[in-house]
């Protein structure tokens, strides 16, 4: 049976509020997958499922305000709030330290737990998130968070508008599902349950703070997987490559990995799951040290 059809839901009701996650077991040490800014645990659907499959136990969370987590109040995002979430969840399921993979806004919040409490994380994966997107990234960026809070006709209308954005190639079946626990039935069609609030919060959070702060406190073993196309053609990187060549620079031990795809389509490549295996495997017994 496919690791990914494994995975069972679950809710945590933590000191900040009530988290939703997927999670599938394993022998190995706990890895705990977090989305980008208005994204949902559904994004980690292929690379959660080849990690359960090599023998990871894999948690996939909605952070609050997206998917199925609950919607807290105003001033209870940012970074570090989600990133005292993330700590709380693996402590909740028994884990002294684990693996984070961030792909990302899930990136800079794995960034900022370890500038927080780094003796938690073993070895962290930044997928498509090292530092600050420039304005014409963020403008396509707001495009995206405008889809939220607004009433579609249907699920097929809502998946053409995404579309139509031109931002996620190649189309993959994972967007579907994505997309469709995203969304919940309400009078006159339906509409995203991710709180357009949280995630206006967060981005807000994001333009005014600086993510090379946060380099120095990555003192454990790092992988950053970085998109080698734009956005949309001819546009803007998520990662910049002037960002790419400084946080080389900056983090010697770090290691670099770049995948034919653009910031969605990364997420989806099966280079960036063999990476991340091959990264987070070292760590299993027998594993390459």
């Not at 990690?51 to 952070?63: I, N, Q, S, T, Y």
């Not at 199925?68 to 105003?74: A, C, F, I, K, V």
């Not at 002294?96 to 899930?106: E, K, N």
């Not at 599902?177 to 357009?196: D, I, K």
Request: with cysteine.
């Amino acid at each position: 049976m496919d690791a990914r059809s494994r995975f069972e839901e679950f809710d945590l009701h933590l000191s900040s509020g009530r988290v939703h996650g997927a999670r599938c077991g394993g022998d190995g040490p706990l890895v705990v997958c977090l989305p980008g800014l208005s994204g949902n645990l559904r994004s980690f659907d292929f690379i959660g499922g080849v990690l359960a499959e090599v023998g990871f136990p894999v948690v996939m969370v909605d952070p609050r305000g997206r998917g199925r987590s609950e919607s807290t109040p105003p001033g209870s995002y940012g970074w570090p709030a989600h990133a005292a979430d993330a700590a709380e969840v693996a402590d909740r399921l028994g884990a002294d330290s684990f693996h984070l993979v961030g792909w990302s806004m899930g990136a800079y919040v794995a960034m900022q737990l370890a500038s927080m409490k780094p003796h938690l994380l073993d070895r962290v994966v930044l997928i498509d998130g090292c530092g600050a997107p420039g304005e014409s990234a963020n403008a396509l960026i707001r495009t995206v968070i405008e889809r939220l809070g607004v009433t579609y006709p249907s699920f097929h209308q809502y998946l053409q508008l995404i579309k139509q954005m031109g931002t996620i190639v190649p189309w993959d079946s994972l967007w579907e599902r994505y997309f469709a626990y995203e969304l919940e039935s309400v009078e006159g069609g339906v509409r995203a349950r991710t709180n357009r609030r949280a995630v206006t919060e967060d981005f807000e959070y994001g333009t005014s703070h600086d993510q090379r702060r946060l380099w120095p406190a990555l003192s454990m073993p790092v992988l950053l997987v970085r998109a080698a196309h734009p956005l949309v053609p001819g546009g803007p990187f998520i990662v910049r490559e002037d960002d790419r060549d400084a946080f080389a620079q900056s983090l010697p031990e770090a290691k670099v990995v770049e995948v034919d795809a653009n910031h969605y389509g990364v997420i989806t490549h099966p280079r960036t799951a063999e990476a991340i295996q091959v990264f987070l495997e070292s760590e299993l017994p027998g594993g390459d040290l």
